[in-house]
């Protein structure tokens, strides 16, 4: 009976850490216009995704800033722009000011899929951002790089690269 306790406990601690994996990374900086927020999720199915972002400035639950399956607030609404790219969900806020700090919230929701609806919250207050850097490739995907500094010295004696 502990035995299958134990088990069981287990099977159910893994299935939470996948299922919080969802939503990978959640970053925001200043572009020269204004916010940019990067939602990086792990994507397991190849169905539709809806998204939601949110910004609350106190306890409550905020307000809908940008959303596919919601109704962004009227002030928000010509201020957003969403972008998707390889599992990457970008949000450009423009004319971010001070007024515009508070906790955001980025909610994700693969149609017909077993789980939930994932989020992740970032605080953002103006003067504590960095400027956004270009897309780097470094960022973006590194094992190309590893697998050129590790294959150097094979192409270094073969006499393809001098240094």
């Not at 990067?38 to 939601?52: F, G, H, Q, V």
């Not at 307000?63 to 962004?72: E, L, Q, R, Y």
């Not at 969403?82 to 994700?108: A, M, P, Q, R, W």
């Not at 150097?152 to 001098?162: E, G, H, I, T, Y």
Request: charged content about 20%; hydrophobic content about 40%.
């Amino acid at each position: 009976m502990l035995r299958s306790a134990i088990s069981l406990a287990l099977l159910l601690a893994v299935l939470q850490v996948s299922h919080c994996q969802r939503i990978k990374r959640l970053t925001a900086c200043l572009t020269d216009q204004g916010l940019r927020i990067d939602c990086a999720y792990e994507r397991k199915t190849s169905n539709s995704l809806n998204y939601e972002f949110r910004l609350s400035k106190d306890a409550g639950e905020g307000t809908v800033i940008a959303s596919n399956f919601k109704v962004p607030s009227a002030p928000y609404k010509p201020r957003t722009n969403i972008t998707t790219n390889n599992n990457l969900l970008c949000l450009y806020l423009s004319g971010f000011t001070t007024s515009d700090e508070g906790v955001y919230t980025c909610k994700l929701k693969i149609n017909n899929d077993y789980e939930d609806l994932q989020s992740k919250n970032i605080s953002v207050v103006k003067a504590h951002l960095a400027k956004c850097a270009g897309i780097s490739l470094f960022v973006q995907n590194t094992s190309w790089l590893l697998l050129l500094l590790l294959s150097l010295p094979l192409l270094q004696a073969m006499d393809f690269v001098s240094l």
